[in-house]
């Protein structure tokens, strides 16, 4: 079964500054030739955003998890801008 959770690097926007490397405690990223790099996508918590909120060049994202939820998520946002 795959995991559907892990985090994305834009490296369009990313700057380099490995603090993505340095934040995450299950160690999912490493430092690759200078750049950060996603090297243990399995061991990301699911519904875990805590390198995405540290990204000051807001360049990860994650792949939801459940489409389900990501539905849901979407309703509720176009509620919130109403």
């Keep these: 079964m795959t995991k559907n959770w892990y985090p994305v ?16 405690p299950t160690k999912v ?8 790099a ?3 996508s399995n061991a990301c918590p699911d ?3 805590g ?5 000051k060049a807001d360049a990860i994202t994650h792949k939801r998890e459940n489409p389900v939820l990501s539905k849901h998520a979407s309703k509720n946002e176009k509620r919130s801008k109403k």
Aim: some cysteine.
């Design 47 to 49: 519904g875990c955003r």
């Design 38 to 40: 996603v090297v243990n």
């Design 51 to 55: 390198c995405e909120s540290i990204c």
């Design 9 to 24: 690097i834009n490296y369009g926007k990313c700057i380099g500054c490995l603090a993505c490397v340095s934040f995450c």
């Design 29 to 36: 990223y490493s430092e690759v030739g200078g750049r950060p």
